[in-house]
């Protein structure tokens, strides 16, 4: 946190544009499913994570998302994210062929934090809206806790954790990236 | 439209087993589908959860019953209830979390309060407003008729007249549980993934027995490299079929093959990857708990109506549940021996999260197919036309082993448990209660099949 409050406004404001403008591109290779090109802004040590989140008391809110090393809804590493951009461009992925038409919204975006190591650390919220077949419609709202790193003159995306906020997943399945 | 009339559902035939075809409209017909919450939901046993969700007292799960919700609790007494959560005054819900710890159950309308037994124990305005008049003890939450646990595995029934557990799992129920059971000392891994697909539940559930589907619907994870081509070749099939609607349907583990893994841990060697999930069978603890056919069983169990016992890869089950006849949610339970190690444990979650469950690489591609073949119930001209499950019908036979009475097909990819199924769920649904349909049901048939 030290490094995110000693820094002066202006500079605060061009890193906040530079990871909006990040945010954004990513959105948009993800809805033109350009895939390929979305692995590429992974690192390779990423940890892509959405847990399951239940209905619980609010004393017990602590217990209301599962933690890292429990069941997950997604729960991958480069390899994995690689093996679900190979299986969709297989040629029989049915759950997404025909293809679904998805439009991804980025908003509330936030630097809580730079980690020690340079890590940014963003939080967002997500509208994820998907739509396939006649009447298929999906959407999913969540937040999104993202851990940027610069490489070059660019930035990775080195973990995203995502939390929805449905509990039961009322859709037929997650075949798309958040 | 079909005639819906009890009468009538009576008297119509839905599943031809000559024909091995099925009357597409036992998908889509509103009747059908509330006789089924009576007559197979109702009446059967349900799993409800596993003893290690609820270890401690107080600890309590939320589950259903057909679309009845019940609350599987620990009581004082150590002793697990199930509850039906509903408030005898209004009918409200007193539990709304999906797991947890509590001292009681109350009801947020008009603050009834319920021990972890079910009793009533406290009545807002009991003396001011009902002037004592109020028979407390008559007024607890509803109970399930019957609850049992078989191996951990808790279950209930809401019919008194339900036989017990053992009984209604028979061998075939149990050899399916025991694919979990006699793995080790287990517990549910936390994290239950749960969601919608837009398809009648029996057409989630007999796909599970259906090994003619993976290389079509799940060729991509194949393609990826998820799953080895070697592991869709099924030719070596083994089918067995119980009373009641039980099955098991999928992959023969031969009596070579387990005896060369036996050979080679007697010469302290190290099996390969694929072997080493089946060292528990070679004890002789598991050899009498599965008995000689069920020890080889590699495939999927059913346990009637909507229990599949996935144990091929982590072993995991996953309930099927009803929320009416366009809609069923699937839910996932994930298993793990208790004494894993931190790598073992992180293998087993990174294998199961990554096979089913929504963004599953193989589940991810089903749900489209059995909502579509759901829709298709509703037309109609293809709601008149009944579907196929004729594959191999009379062209194979069931061998028998009298001395322990198990019995099974072996033979090719087939659909041989899809159709008992069928068969079986028209005795359910036609049976007017529990000794109907004990007199009535068919036992598993012999020779020809």
Redesign the interface.
Known sequence: MAKLQTMDTQSRMLLHFEVEQFLYQEAKILDERRFDEWLSLLTEDIHYW???R????LA?VE?EF??I????????DIN?LR??V???A??????EDPPSRTRHFVSNIQIVDIEEDGDIVVETNIHLYRTR?ESVEDSWIGRRKDWLRRDGDNLKLARRHIFLEQ?????????NFF | MLDSRPEVIARDSWVDVNKGTVDRRIFSDLAIYQQELKRIFARGWNFICHETQIAEPGRFFQSYIGEDQVIAVRDRSNTVQVLLNSCPHRGNTVC??????TRSFFCSYHGWNFDLDGKLVGVPGYEDYYREKLKKEDLGLAKAARVQSYKGFVFASLDPQAPDLEDYLGWVGMVGLNLIAEIGDMEV??????????CNWKLAVDNLYDWYHPK??H???V????INEQGLQYMNQMVMLGEYGHGIGGAAITEENLAKLSDTLEKGQEPDQIDKAKVWRTTEKAANAMGPLGIRCGGHPNIFPNLWVSAAGPPQLCLRIPRGPFET?LW?F?FAKKDQTPEE??AT??I???IF???G?L???D???W?HSTRGSVGAVTGERPIDFSMGLGQDKMTHDSESGQSCIETVVNEHAQLWLYRSWEEWMKAEDWPALIKNHSLPPTGKV
């Open positions: 959405m847990p399951i239940r209905t619980t008391t017990q217990d599962t933690k090393g429990a069941m997950a809804l997604f729960d991958d994995f093996m679900r190979a299986k969709m297989s040629g029989n992925a049915w759950s077949l509990t039961t997943i009322l859709s037929q399945n997650l075949s | 709304r979390s999906d797991q947890g710890k891994i936390d994290g239950i993934q749960k969601n919608r697909i837009q079509v619907s060729g991509s994870a393609r990826a490299g998820m949610e996932w994930t444990r992180r979650v990174m199961a999260n990554h469950g929504p963004s690489l589940e991810q591609d749900g489209e197919n909502s």
